[in-house]
């Protein structure tokens, strides 16, 4: 079965300061990415970064970037310089293709709190 | 773009009544999915579909139906509501299936009393 595993429920931390969320993952699959999305109490679901797991390379975007590790199947998103308005739960996510179609499974979500 | 937009976004039902939630979508995409969120949760698939008139089941079927009879709107409806299809539905979409980003709507939070 194809798993996605976030074990920080929550973490708090100071602005300015740098977090590091953690998830791991379990495929059989040999050619996937690998997604974070971001929910703001708004309730809206953002992507936030994306990686793909044939390429060495760590993704970045602005302050976030991934920590890939293919081998250990571990995803670990890094944000820089946190601000307030990165409080949010944010979700590691696999896609799982069936059927011809991309199915997305979500880790359980980590609640991060930026505190001014 | 209005991307993604559901309705309504918010409502409650009684035990046993039934009610469609709307996703409609101007991006063109082919394929549509809708999630439901319990609380502290991640998301889980409900069904999806890959084109107009094709759809399957997700995760957590039971209870729901879908039907895509064109490219822009993909509707869920609850035929008996139950207290256990309390959730905030969410509706997604896709330009195509193999590892692109799903844009997702805001949401309905819905409570079945």
């Known amino acids: 079965a194809q798993t996605v595993t976030q074990s920080q429920p929550e973490m708090s931390v100071q602005e300015a300061e740098t977090v590091t969320l953690s998830c791991t993952y379990d495929?059989?699959?040999?050619?996937?990415?690998l997604f974070w999305y971001k929910q703001p109490p708004s309730r809206q679901m953002i992507l936030v970064i994306r990686?793909?797991?044939?390429?060495?390379q760590n993704a970045t975007e602005n302050r976030f970037s991934v920590n890939f590790q293919k081998a250990a199947k571990s995803f670990s998103l890094k944000i820089s310089d946190s601000q307030l308005g990165d409080t949010a739960m944010y979700f590691c996510?696999?896609?799982?293709?069936?059927?011809?179609?991309?199915?997305?499974?979500f880790g359980q979500g980590t609640r991060l709190t930026i505190n001014p | 773009n209005a991307g993604v937009t559901q309705t309504p976004k918010f409502r409650i039902l009684k035990i046993g009544q039934s009610m469609t939630l709307q996703c409609t979508q101007d991006m063109n995409h082919n394929y549509m999915y809708w999630y439901r969120q319990d609380p502290g949760m991640g998301l889980k698939l409900i069904y999806y579909s890959v084109g107009a008139g094709i759809t399957d089941k997700g995760e957590v079927p039971n209870g729901y139906n879908v039907s895509r009879s064109t490219t822009e709107d993909f509707p869920l409806r609850l035929e008996l509501a139950a207290p256990s299809q309390t959730s905030v539905y969410f509706c997604?979409?896709?330009?195509?299936?193999?590892?692109?980003?799903?844009?997702f709507g805001d949401g309905t939070r819905l409570s079945i009393l």
């Open positions: 495929t059989s699959e040999s050619n996937y990415y």
């Open positions: 997604a979409s896709s330009y195509n299936s193999l590892n692109q980003p799903q844009h």
């Open positions: 990686q793909e797991a044939y390429k060495q």
């Open positions: 996510a696999h896609p799982v293709l069936r059927k011809g179609a991309q199915k997305l499974v």
